[in-house]
């Protein structure tokens, strides 16, 4: 069966390839595990420097990776350079992390030494997202690969020609064989690869899917698991000046088409006329946000969503929405018709209604009026997710308040939900992940610590009671 991958915006062929099945899973992963303990023994300079090699060749044909991005996710130029940028910056912060968080320390003792030494857990899968196709499983496999792991990775089947210039770099930086490979495919041929012989699962995608995982998982305590999942992040616009508002809340929320795991999905506004002048600047903001094809010639801020399938469920989720008793503010614009991926915001007011708690990913904004900062903060935490949430406010004392009482894992002040560091943690609470964050935190789940007592000479020892 052949799998394929289309240009959201112009319907064009990027890739196609053969789909790998079940047994080609079972190859993959018997010769991973062969590979696996040479790798291991590599020293850390050498598996370091096959990293640098790997960030060398991206950069050395960013552009073209970037357009290669571009072509099969919808995103904008703009947006894919950031994206090629933040893969190679990615090298020298993981193997930072390896260090700091995953490296080797040792203290003299009486008889000798105590010693901390971090070892890989051998064969890890790594399943990619398809909306940062490059950057997100590059998070994964970086830190495993320096931390002596060998990886099998599957990217989405929506971004498979991403994925293999990525195998193909990594080929190309000198890893010995089988140490890193690819598998192209669906649903069934991730499937073949975690419910077979692996040592990790590493996973970046919806909360549904890391809720299968954890319970196909339950009773393989053996395999570690890391879930970076998604939210529906709250962004508390308290005051200040309008335009300079709305714009933290464009970038917060339609960012990627909404297509970024961070983005805002509750805007909570208070009564009365400051909210109005920040919610009149925000639709006046969003309605002139056309989306736009990666190389039309005017640079846009949103291009597509993946693909129709996916837009046309956020416009069945919008409906959803006002058939619940939302009050539609913006209605999503269709600029090539409904049946294309294209999809402008949507804006929807749904104070006082009962609206599922789960991820629109698509720019689609929920707003929830509030008469004050107790409600608001009631509001944000109002939800089983807990990965990203932001407020904006000059007030100094409700950001204290704000960062001690919100439950999220990256939380912003005056600045947009979607901005995280690559040097800190990323990843949250609830259905948000499994305390697993990822980014530089990664070297945590690709290591595990061993401490060892250790003498160079036997000697005899004490014995209470023994008589001599």
Known sequence: MMLRSYDPASGALVWEGAQDDAQAAHVALNRARAAAPLWARTPLEERIAAARRFADLVKGQ???FARLIA????????DSRGEVTAMVGKVEISIAAQEQRAGFRENPMPFGRSVLRHRPHGVMAVLGPYNFPGHLPNGHIVPALIAGNV??????EETPAVGALMAA????????RDVFQILQGGRETG???VSGNIDGLLFTGSAQAGRHFRHAFVDRPEVILALELGGNNPLIAWEGEAE??????THSAFITSGQRCSCARRLILP?????DRILEAVLAQASALPPRAWDDPQEGFMGPLISSRAAGKAREAVAALQASGARLLLAPSAPHGPDSAFMGAAVLDVTGVAVPDEEIFAPVLQVIRVGSFDEAMGAANATRFGLSAGLITPDAALWERFASEIRAGVVNWNRPTTGAASAMPFGGLGESGNHRPSAAYAAD???FPEASFEAAQIESLPIPGLAR
């Open 271 to 275: 009564e009365g006329p400051a909210g």
């Open 169 to 176: 770099l990594w080929e190309q930086a000198g890893l010995p």
């Open 191 to 193: 499937a073949a690869l």
């Open 244 to 249: 300079a508002v709305a714009t933290l809340v």
């Open 62 to 64: 960013s552009e073209e």
């Open 445 to 447: 789940y690709c290591a």
């Open 151 to 156: 990886v099998v990775f599957k990217p989405s």
């Open 71 to 78: 072509r099969e996710t919808g995103k904008q130029l703009w």
